[in-house]
């Protein structure tokens, strides 16, 4: 049963435009009622390919439906990273396993809500993508070299001796994370502690996924990135050396 949480309606006055894409028009209609009572502007969509002709810069957010018919919300999500769309990606589903979660994180998802949700839950953890996004970085300068990566903290970018690293928002804070720890061994909790503000539905394997994903598309470059089996990852800028 949908929660329709009247209580956090006033939790955000962000201006923030969310693109919501479900097939399921009492979900889109819960859903555009709740998070526009909160602030929000929504737009819906039933189905992934009218998301992809709405889609453009001026959203902040993707709630996005997993199984629909069509094109499902994993292909969507697949297509716009492959297409170098960094917008930060929630998905909608029933699949709740640890597999459907991994699977989900491994197409560049940045939350993960389970259904039946609640309103208060689906609000919380869009506040927190959205700040996890805009939050500014806790280091002053603009510029950070590490090896051969360059990473601009205002532009929130990664280039690897100058050509540009595409990665999301969750990988990209993972990378900062490990950068500024050079040397010093994480683990997978202390990464999530960090960089995931909601860790309900977040699993140690999940920061496993997003290095995968990094790893790949840093490529002649992952070995900067190293891990210690059941230890943690560290970062290393001369690893190439």
């Not at 602030?39 to 390919?49: D, I, R």
Request: proline share 3%.
């Amino acid at each position: 049963m949908y929660d329709m949480g009247k209580k956090v309606m006033n939790s955000t006055t962000t201006s923030n435009k969310i693109l919501v894409v479900d097939d399921e028009q009492d979900i889109l209609e819960i859903l555009h009622f709740n998070l526009s009572k909160a602030g929000y502007e929504v737009t819906t969509a039933t189905s992934a390919e009218a998301a992809l002709t709405l889609l453009d810069d001026s959203y902040s957010l993707l709630l996005l439906d997993i199984m629909m018919d069509g094109m499902s919300g994993l292909q969507m999500a697949e297509q716009l990273r492959q297409e170098g769309n960094m917008i930060p990606i929630i998905f909608l589903t029933a699949k709740t396993t640890e597999k459907d979660l991994l699977t989900g994180f491994s197409y560049g998802a940045d939350d993960y809500i389970k259904k039946p949700f609640s309103i208060k839950e689906v609000i919380a953890r869009v506040n927190s993508v959205l700040v996890r996004s805009s939050l500014p970085q806790d280091y002053s300068g603009s510029i950070i070299t590490a090896g051969p990566l360059t990473i601009d903290t205002e532009a929130k970018s990664v280039s690897a001796d100058g050509k540009p690293i595409e990665l999301t928002r969750t990988e990209y804070d993972i990378l900062h994370l490990l950068v500024q720890n050079e040397g010093r061994l994480l683990s997978r909790e202390k990464i999530l502690d960090a960089v995931w503000c909601e860790k309900q539905n977040v699993i140690d394997r999940t920061v496993d996924v997003h290095i995968a994903r990094m790893r790949k598309k840093l490529g002649p470059f992952a070995p900067l990135i190293s891990n210690r089996v059941g230890f943690g990852y560290y970062f290393k800028s001369d690893a190439l050396n």
